[in-house]
Structures are given as structure tokens and as C-alpha cells.
């Protein structure tokens, strides 16, 4: 047994930062395995001689959902920080871009809601309550803390094993709380911290410009016959664009190595390359990679994703994560602090199907907590951490892209689950369906045009969990492709 291990203990205290999907996929991942050790929870135990648990999920914002929640930032007044600007990307008409039927928690299927109306490609709203369902029917929701954040996060260097001090302030405490825990884990997300590349933030003294997390709706009236520059044509830059070209004048959408579409004069929305910056010989131009400047923007909006951050983090943890690099580390398997694995993240990697990850990652960060790291060392670990955040992560492509997975998740989330002890053939069949309706719906998606009609949304999935089959359903038919 690891000196690290936790079974040992009479009682277990976790933390765990962030109600969204990884929040309460890991509270749920640490549930099951407190139960399949024999841990009773210390409110509900009047047994002396059982070992119990107490588990606390900070949730900054009133209500379960994370970044999902859009109602709730929108209507500030109904949260304990109000604000005058969105601080989440969630806008009005956002529907996913991944269908339910792979989105699902393994754990908790996603049953057609009468709301969805039978589609794949849902609303923010029901993906909203999907999680609310989650989290309830679950039995999360006592373990939430809301409204309740988290100001610092630092190691308790006196204590043997090194356990985790959180500090966090509420609207009813006069002054900040402070906790000592076994276990943290941050699920706080990363889509919070707006990130704008140092090489065009010139742009933003020269035109009226804002960042796509402040984008709210195509109907503003901000957008009336002027000509937009959305810079980034990933799934945001995609739908912004389109939706605002029903009242601008004109939409550019810049993407680096895009091919070049649409025809000037002809198509309100035009996909041109990527942004250099200003053009050094005009006044008021903008240089596009290819050498063209654009002379007409009126407007820009920066659709150039986020930074990860983590405020609360003291600087002695030792965790890196610098503005413009999307990056975070050095950490072991993307996951763990190397030298004190009882701080741990959920959620880092991108370009992956979320939530089956989320539960993957929350049950094995619980059960090695639990039993211990076996042969797996503290020097190994480090290696394997700085060679990770050394070499790019696993694409091994750009700094900013260590976190990136794609078609390399549906490996890494086998190595997490087998790591975890609880992956079998039923596991490895589920992820087999999760990689090839993800690469359908990825085919689908590349059919469309930058900015240009979503049809790839009105197709429609099903999934038999059980049989783990699939297929599409077109005018009530179901047609079984794996």
C-alpha cells in the first residue's frame, strides 16, 4: 500500500472545486468508490468503528451546471457576484455540436427529454437539466456547497502525507473559511479566461471589438449593416457568424490555413486566412496571412478561445499555466500534481467527448486515492510529467495544443479507466460506440461551410446501450450502422 493512500485513514475529507460536469461526475466517481470500500458518510454514520467520508463541492454560482448555465448569467441579480457582462460562453441559440447520444454520462443515459423534441443536437438549456437530473438523481446535491467560492488553494506542508488547505468565502460568512482536505480535485473548467493573442490585441484600440464570450445573440442590433471580422472559424467563430450575417452588412470569418470561400459582393459571409495584425502601410487595415487587407471592418470579434486559469492556485503549489499558453502542468497523465497526487484536475483535455471523460477520470482519480499508487513511484511520476509538458503533450504539435486529444482520446481514456481497476469489456464496447458515432458526427460537421448553414444538426442518432449499437433515424426509421 502507497504511503499516499488514503485507506487507512479513519475519516477522508475531498474537495472538489466546480458543480459542472466534472464536478459532479468526480463527487459521483468518489461515491462509488467510498461505497465499494465500505466508507459510510460521516453525516449519515453513527457507527464508531466505520471508517466515513465527507466530500465538499465548491460551486461559486448559485445553481448545478457550470459553464451550461446560461440563465444564470444572464440574470446576475440571481447570484451572490452580479456583473454587467457575460462571463461564460454560452449564448442564446447555442446548440451542441456533439449529439446527446455520445455526449451521455455512461452512467446516466440520456433519454429523449419531450422538450428536445427528439433531436440529437440540443439546447444549452437541456443540457442544463440534464445535469440538474444528473446531479439528483445521483444523490449530489447534498455534497454542494453553492455559492460558495474558492480564494485559495495551497499544500498543508506540516502534515504527513501533505494534505490540501482550501479557503473559500460565502455571502453568509463574514470572513473567509479555511478547510484542510485529503484529496482536491479542481473541475473549475476552462472557459472563463478570454485569450486573445498578443499579436493581434492591437486590433482593439483600433476597432470596436469584443471577445465571442460576450456574444450573446445575432439580433442585436450592434451588428446592423456593419462588416464584422469573427478571427477563429471553430465552432463559436462558425455560429456567431452566421447568426450575426442575417443583419451585417458583412462577415469575415478568419481562419488560419482555411481554404478561402465565398466571392466579395455576392456572399455576406466570406471565409478569408488567417490574421496578421494591422497592415503597416494603410491607416486602417487589416493584414490577412496571404497578404490581402481587409479595408472595410467595421467591427471585430475575437473568437479565439480561452486560457486555462486558476486564481485561486498559491504560487507554491508549483502548477504552471501561463496566459497565451493553454496549458497546465507539469502534471502526471494530464491529471495529477506529481509530487503531491492528492491534488488533481478534471477536465484539461480538449478536442475529446466530455462527459463520459469526466466520469472516467473523477472514478479513477477516487480509486487510486483510495488504494494507492502501487508500483507507480513519485520519481516516475515526475518524469513522466515534465516529459509530457516538455514534448507538447500527447500530439506533441504546439504548446498550445498539450491538452489537445481528438482522435488520441479514445486510448487515454482507456489507460485512466484501466489505471482506475473498474475498466472491462463493457467499458471498452461503450467506448468503441462513444469513437464512432464522434467521427460520424465529425463527418457530418465537415460537410458544412465556415459560417454557413448547420444542417449537419438536423440529423438525427440513436443508441441502444445495452445491444451498444447505433445508427441514424431519418422520418421515424431507425437505420443500425454499428
Not at 457576484?81 to 454560452?90: D, E, G, R, S
Not at 481497476?421 to 469513437?435: A, I, L, M, P
Request: a neutral charge; one cysteine or more; hydrophobic letters at 30%.
Amino acid at each position: 500500500m502507497s504511503p499516499t493512500a488514503l485507506q487507512a485513514s479513519r475519516h477522508v475529507r475531498v474537495g472538489v472545486v466546480g458543480s459542472g460536469a466534472a464536478g459532479i461526475a468526480t463527487c459521483k466517481g468518489f461515491l462509488d468508490a467510498f461505497k465499494a470500500a465500505g466508507y459510510k458518510n460521516r453525516g449519515d454514520n453513527n457507527d464508531n468503528g466505520t471508517n466515513t467520508f465527507d466530500i465538499d463541492v465548491f460551486e461559486k454560482y448559485g445553481t448545478v451546471g457550470g459553464v451550461w448555465d446560461y440563465n444564470e448569467r444572464i440574470n446576475s441579480a440571481t447570484t451572490s457576484h452580479p456583473t454587467t457582462t457575460k462571463t461564460l460562453p454560452m449564448y442564446k441559440s447555442l446548440r451542441t455540436n456533439l449529439p446527446r447520444e455520445v455526449m451521455s454520462f455512461p452512467s446516466y443515459p440520456w433519454n429523449r427529454l419531450p422538450s428536445a423534441e427528439g433531436r440529437s443536437y440540443i439546447t444549452h438549456s437541456e443540457v442544463g437539466d440534464y445535469l440538474k437530473s444528473y446531479s439528483q438523481h445521483m444523490g449530489l446535491n447534498k455534497y454542494i456547497r453553492l455559492n460558495c467560492e474558492v480564494d485559495n488553494i495551497k499544500f498543508d506542508m506540516s502534515s504527513s502525507p501533505t494534505k490540501v488547505v482550501v479557503e473559500t468565502t460565502s455571502p453568509n460568512s463574514s470572513s473567509p473559511t479555511s478547510a484542510v482536505y485529503d484529496h482536491v480535485v479542481i473541475c473549475n473548467g476552462h472557459y472563463e479566461a478570454p485569450s486573445v493573442p498578443p499579436s493581434l490585441q492591437c486590433l482593439s484600440s483600433t476597432y470596436v471589438s469584443m471577445h465571442s464570450i460576450e456574444y450573446d445573440s445575432g439580433d442585436d442590433h450592434k451588428w446592423r449593416g456593419k462588416t464584422v471580422l469573427c478571427i477563429g472559424g471553430r465552432a463559436s467563430g462558425t455560429d456567431i457568424a452566421r447568426e450575426i450575417s442575417m443583419a451585417a452588412k458583412k462577415v469575415y470569418v478568419s481562419e488560419r490555413g482555411a481554404a478561402v470561400e465565398g466571392w466579395p459582393g455576392k456572399e455576406k459571409v466570406e471565409v478569408v486566412g488567417g490574421t496578421v495584425g494591422m497592415d503597416s502601410t494603410s491607416t486602417q487595415g487589416i493584414l490577412l496571412e496571404d497578404g490581402r487587407v481587409l479595408n472595410d471592418v467595421d467591427m471585430v470579434i475575437f473568437c479565439t478561445g480561452y486560457d486555462y486559469s486558476f486564481k485561486f492556485l498559491s504560487p507554491e503549489v508549483g502548477v504552471k499555466f501561463e496566459k497565451g499558453e493553454r496549458r497546465v502542468g507539469p502534471l502526471y497523465k494530464q491529471i495529477w500534481h506529481p509530487e503531491h497526487p492528492n491534488l488533481s484536475f478534471v477536465g484539461l483535455p480538449h478536442s475529446v467527448v466530455p462527459f463520459p471523460l469526466f466520469e472516467v477520470q473523477g472514478r479513477t482519480i477516487a480509486e487510486i486515492a483510495l488504494k494507492g499508487w502501487g508500483e507507480v513511484g513519485k520519481e516516475e511520476r515526475a518524469r513522466e510529467a515534465q516529459s509530457d509538458y516538455e514534448g507538447m503533450g500527447p500530439s506533441g504539435r504546439r504548446v498550445e495544443d498539450t491538452h489537445y486529444l481528438g482522435d488520441l482520446q479514445w486510448q487515454y481514456t482507456r489507460e485512466i479507466g484501466v489505471m482506475g481497476g473498474f475498466w472491462g469489456e463493457e467499458e471498452d464496447r461503450r467506448n468503441k460506440v462513444n469513437e464512432e458515432i464522434y467521427k460520424r458526427a465529425g463527418m457530418e460537421r465537415k460537410k458544412g461551410k465556415i459560417g454557413g448553414d448547420d444542417g449537419y444538426r438536423r440529423m438525427e442518432f440513436w443508441r441502444d446501450w445495452e445491444k451498444h449499437e447505433w445508427g441514424v433515424e431519418k422520418k421515424g426509421k431507425k437505420r443500425v450502422i454499428s
